[in-house]
């Protein structure tokens, strides 16, 4: 099996038949339609994906009735794979990703507390084996952080100052590391499985926070810094926060509980979609899962709906970032 070249799989026409391919395009004529190519082109690029692994013929289907049949094709499931983690305040989670996005392989380790970005290293790389077909590592974890470089300073995570945690992983695990906020990670895996366009995903774990889909892209603000929704003031001289401010969505919803708490978060997400015009929000993390309905009947009148994913979301999204680049 020849070994993935991502710098010759990046041109924009392999993304294109990729992604159609992913979306239901199956045969080649059809890419050729729907991505206004010449079938010269397509059959020439199709060639090059199927012989990189990453595209299968899975037989012939008639399409028209009449004429030959066509070559039906699909993602090669097998052909190249991801990592993505999640880096929490008391765990860290890992999943391993096939070509099309489903998790191959998963597992959960505690990390004690005060750990250290060392610590980190040392739990991840044996859950990481490192071949010719894995295209990198994706880790999400919380902001504030500086999406581009990979230097994280984590609210709540004591000691973590300006790590540089992109960094550090690519030299300790030998692989391309992506690092971006566990929101971001999380709305981009909800947006792998179905349409959305102007949504967010309130995250509510060990912390609280929203990754924003606006006009279907992820919005990561000027300094990567979009989505600190749990640090938004919601009560003036309330609780004390982790982040030293006062009054926080996060403070205010951990001194809470039950319908106070999913009454906390619903006006906090009132404010948020008053103000994005958003017309999707999808509830996740473990706090909001626990009690799911107390949650959904507490929100705004707008589009409501629970991830799918359940405890992966995370680092789903995380491995969707190097996924992605292919799509
Ligand atoms: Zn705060």
Redesign the pocket.
Known sequence: MATVDLTSLRSHNDRTVLRLVRSGALSRASIAAEAGLTPQAVSKIVARLISAGLLEETGAVRDGGRGKPRMSLRLAAGGACAYGAHVDRDELRVVKLDLTGEVVSSSVVPLAPMFTPSDVLDVLAPLISVDEKVLGLGIGIAGPLEHRDGVVSPHGLPGWSSVPLRALAEQRLGLPVVVDKDTNAAVLAEAWRRPLRDAALVFVGTGLGVGLLLGGEVHRGARSGAGEF??TTIQLDGPL???G?RG?V??VHATATGAEAARVLAAAVTNLVQLLDLDQIVLSGRTVLESPELYLRAMPDVDVSLTSYGADLVPVGAGLLILGELF
């Open positions: 749990g640090h926060c982790v982040c401010r926080c996060e403070a």
